[in-house]
Structure formats: structure tokens, C-alpha cells
């Protein structure tokens, strides 16, 4: 099954096996999905304060490249997939 996903700051493709974030609403289920570059990664931090100010409960996911390294992949992995924190939290 293929799953095709849409950047949800520039509506272009994302690739599954690319690093991405995914941004589900823990409500519907429904997950938006934005690049892991710094334009997409932004709109998606700003995007996802904007609902929860709201009153909405999201999860955010971080997708890692299929070719990371690390087992257990975080910030500053091996892979370099996120190069910046977002700045949801706080
Ligand atoms: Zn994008
Ligand atoms: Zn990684």
C-alpha cells in the first residue's frame, strides 16, 4: 500500500523514506505531513501552535531518512536529518 504524502506548508511531495514530520491530530487521526527543510519545518511549527491555541491535541512525529544510522534516532543524529529544534515546545 502506498501512501502518498503531501507537504502540508508547500504541497509538494514528501518521500516516505526522506525525513519529514508529521503532525497528527490526536482527535481524527488525521496527520499532516511537512518537509524536514527549514521553510517547511518552520510553517509546521508555526502551523501547529496556531491549532493548538485552539484547543487541539497533536502529536508531532519526526520521520527519520531510511538511511539513518541511528538506532533510536533524536536530534543531532547521525544521519543529520533534523538540523534544527523546532520551537513548539514551551
Ligand atoms: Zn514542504
Ligand atoms: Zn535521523
Not at 28 to 49: D, I, K, M
Not at 63 to 76: F, I, K, Q
Request: net charge neutral; charged share 25%; with cysteine.
Amino acid at each position: 500500500m502506498t501512501r502518498i504524502l503531501r507537504c502540508a506548508a508547500c504541497s509538494r511531495r514528501v518521500r516516505a523514506h526522506h525525513p519529514h514530520i508529521g503532525v497528527e491530530d490526536l482527535e481524527t487521526g488525521q496527520e499532516f505531513s511537512y518537509h524536514a527543510r527549514e521553510g517547511c519545518q518552520e510553517r509546521a511549527a508555526l502551523e501547529t501552535a496556531a491549532r493548538l491555541e485552539r484547543g487541539k491535541v497533536y502529536a508531532m512525529h519526526h520521520y527519520h531518512s531510511s538511511r539513518c544510522p541511528d538506532e533510536v534516532p533524536g536530534w543531532g543524529c547521525a544521519g543529520g536529518c533534523f538540523d534544527t529544534p523546532l520551537a513548539v515546545a514551551n
